[in-house]
């Protein structure tokens, strides 16, 4: 076993008080101490993802008792293992979820939450799995229950969730139809396999999915935006459709004609992770680890980075994802 001397200190990114991209600031804080069933990890990369932004700007506090530092997913290599850890040891590289705490040279997290670097991947590449990856199962397949066949509509489609729904609806055998705001989006998802990938800006996205489905509309529609998309969506939708809502970017919805909601038998839920129990996660992780890490190693999917920021370039990173030109993943090299 090898054995790593762990400073007492460590960089990582403050958020010293909510607000714009000016308040992440590179600090020295203490290096996590380990609890039961802990494993300490020297992060080599975390990935960057919307709810860090929302955290930020003061939207999205971390759950009680996790770390107040931005981050949801690290790879790196595990240093350190706490009382009654089973299935890590020091020296494993490895990728995890975690409920904050990535955007640092060290991250604490229950081993239950963490998966082995796949066989072939980089750090870089594993890195990018955590957060999209288990959002996406939980909503497109546990609780949106997709099948071989059906049409999934997937709104931001060339985003890092929108392009491993993509990924995993594709290699599930259902039809995906994605929502973008450029013609090179829409070129991107096509080339990452959507059957269909509608601009937005052109197109009426209602009036073209009917065009593509013979007026059936979309078994599964996953939405990330909110505000009158929910009324779209009901619109979009087929008859005993399921909506799953994974994100809010414009907001509350201020008026809602909810008869279309009752005529289709609409099914509509939504989740979010990271107030989620260490218990629940550790399902998800063993249901990746069972059905989606075979595909990642045979090559049959494969994340998509668009591109990468350092640590003290975590406000580039986060106004990048702000302006949502990124077609992919936003990492941080740590």
Known sequence: MQKYALPDEMAAIEINLPGELDVLTLVKMPVPKL??????????????????????RGHYPPPQGASDIPGLEISGTVVAVGPQVKHYTVGDQVCALVAGGGYAEYCNVHESNVLPVPSGYSLLEAAALPETFFTVWVNLFQRGKLKAGETVLIHGGTSGIGTTATLLAKAFNARVITTVGSEEKRQASLALG??????????????????????????????????????????????EGRIIQ??????????????????????????????RSV?????????????????????????????????????????LMENSSHIGKIMLMV
């Open 35 to 56: 609890e039961i069933g802990e494993i300490l990890v020297k992060v080599a990369v975390a990935g960057v993802n919307r709810p860090d932004v929302l955290q930020r």
């Open 194 to 239: 959507a059957d269909f990938s509608i601009n937005y800006r052109n197109d009426d996205f209602v009036h073209k999915l009917h065009q593509i489905t013979n007026g059936h509309g979309a078994d599964v529609i996953v939405d990330l935006i909110a505000g009158d998309y929910v009324e779209k969506n009901f619109q979009a939708a087929a008859i």
């Open 246 to 275: 994974v994100g809010l970017q414009h907001g509350k919805v201020k008026e809602l004609d909810l008869m279309p909601l009752l005529k289709k038998r609409l099914i509509i839920t939504g989740s979010t992770l990271r107030s």
């Open 279 to 319: 218990e629940d996660k550790a399902i998800i992780a063993s249901e990746l680890r069972e059905k989606i890490w075979p595909l990642l190693e045979q090559g049959v999917i494969r994340p998509q980075i668009f591109k990468t920021f350092s640590l003290d370039q975590a406000s580039e990173a986060h106004a």
